[in-house]
Every structure is written in C-alpha cells, then in structure tokens.
C-alpha cells in the first residue's frame, strides 16, 4: 500500500486530540469538501466546566455542517460531531449517537479511547481513526481497537506535533498504517470519495 491511500472509502471517521490538536483540526476539517460522504467524530480534551465554541468556531471554516454531539440523535452523512465538555461521546447501533457521564477514562471525560472503541464496534474495517498532537496517552488503546477491527489508522507524524506524548503513545500501542504531517492527511481526506 503507498503511504497516504486508504485500501476503502470509510464510512466514518473518529479523530481525537488534545494539546496542539486544535491548529491541527484547523488544518484538517476545511479540508472536508461539500458532499463528503462520511460522518466525523471529534473529541478533543477540554475544560470540563466552561461550554464549547468548537462548533461555532468551525461550522464557519468548513463545507460541512459542524455541531456537538446530542444524546440519542441519528447520525447523519457528512456531519462533523464534536464530543461536548465533560461527556464520554459514544457510538451506538443504529447508528446513533450517545452521551455518557461514566468514570473519566486516563483522565479525561471525554475520552478518545472511550470514542474510538465503541465506533469500532460499530463501523469496524469502513473505519479510519486519527490521533492528533495531545500530552496525554489517551487514544492508544482505542487506535488499537480501530486496527484490530479492521479500520485504517493515521497517526500525526510526532515530529509535526507540538505536543507528542499522544502520538506516540498511540504508535507505541499499535502500528499505525500512516504517519504522517498534517497536510498529507489533509490531502489523504481530500481523496475520500465514496
């Protein structure tokens, strides 16, 4: 396989960050063109007790619609979902979208372990997770379980994040299919197309 293809068009797509990821998303989620076919589901860690402008904030950069994430609400195609503060954001049968305000998970609530696990569940090999710059392990375990369902893994290249930690805890749990910087990942989802 080249660096930077995908082998299929996911059918979603779970990314998850923390320190420095947020540049990185204003890099990656403009790049999404109108039409794009797959959901996004974004949890980056934020304080838990001031509310979220991600949604404002990007619904004014991107193609797609931009909103947070609402308990029981159908998941709809090409939809960037952001985790709201202070609640696990997961995947459910249907599909569906679910709250959850269950025991932090590496300390963090939401999770992106917590994200990245219940999506594999759902979407399994027509998944791609993304691990972006952050300062914490969380999100290892859950590239691990995006690559053992069969879903594509992308990690940021380490030496393009302003905080590694997360990255590469994440290659060190599991061989990511890609490493790479953010505009080729940017490019990479340019080229989804379904």
Known sequence: MRPGT???????????????????????????PSGFPAPVFIVLHLPR????????????????????AEDKEPIRPGTIYFAPPDYHLLIEQGPYLA????????????????????AADVYGRSLLGIILSGASADGAAGL??????????IV????SAPMPLMTTSALERCQA??????????????????
């Open 144 to 153: 691990a379980a995006v690559r053992s369902a069969g879903g594509f893994t």
């Open 99 to 118: 709250l959850s305000v269950d025991d932090p998970v590496n300390l963090s609530r939401p999770s992106i372990d917590v994200l990245f696990e219940s």
């Open 177 to 194: 299919d890609c490493v790479l910087p953010l505009d080729q990942i940017a490019a990479l989802l340019r080229r989804i197309d379904r």
């Open 156 to 159: 940021q290249d380490p030496q």
């Open 6 to 32: 995908l082998p299929t068009p996911p059918h979603a797509i779970v990314i998850g960050g923390s320190a420095g990821a947020l540049e990185a998303l204003g890099a990656l989620l403009p790049a999404l």
């Open 49 to 68: 007790d001031i509310p979220s402008m991600l949604a404002q904030i990007f619904a004014a950069k991107c193609a797609l619609p931009v909103t947070e």
